[in-house]
């Protein structure tokens, strides 16, 4: 199974990022568009897992304490590719999530998970390999500002059902009130 720790979203959040991903595609000549009910933050991406792996990703989550926070949402970019871009939308920067990402890690790679080394850049994909019309920017996307509450994450499973992409929680760990 295909794992992944994130923090999802409540259903006023998830309106407001799928109206910036309505008005990306509106903007867009092609792309592969994120359905809202699968826009999340990644905290850590486990990818492939056997039963053993998800069994301690579990317990790592029994084991987290954090305390509930607030994160801002704020601004749209992209990690530009020549197969069309990722556009993404940004979290202001948070000690409290880089240090509850941070923790996660350390207890993952404790636990014998074998993560990526890339710096944490919170984002939230819109979409992949996004062209834009030549005639239309990005930029009136950027103002976006999107508060959220964090009281939870979830360890994830992605799978393909029916041909669509679909995210299941599995576990959740629940912040310290």
Request: proline fraction near 3%; include cysteine.
């Amino acid at each position: 199974m295909r794992l992944f720790i994130a923090i999802n979203f409540d259903d006023g959040v998830r309106g407001d990022l799928a109206a910036v991903t309505d008005e990306l595609r509106r903007r867009s000549t092609k792309g592969t568009f994120t359905l809202p009910e699968n826009l999340h933050l990644t905290l850590a991406f486990l990818g492939d897992c056997n039963p053993q792996q998800y069994h301690a990703a579990h317990m790592v989550l029994d084991q987290l304490i954090f305390d509930n926070f607030d994160m801002r949402i704020e601004g749209i970019d992209r990690f530009k590719s020549r197969s069309g871009d990722i556009w993404w939308a940004g979290v202001r920067k948070n000690d409290e999530l880089t240090n509850l990402q941070k923790a996660l890690i350390r207890e993952l790679e404790y636990a014998g998970f074998e993560l990526e080394k890339r710096k944490f850049r919170p984002h939230i994909t819109l979409g992949r390999q996004i062209e834009l019309k030549s005639h239309v920017a990005g930029g009136g996307l950027i103002g976006i500002s999107i508060p959220q509450s964090v009281r939870s994450i979830q360890l994830m499973q992605s799978e393909r059902i029916a041909e669509r992409l679909t995210y299941t929680p599995l576990h959740t760990c629940l912040a310290r009130e």
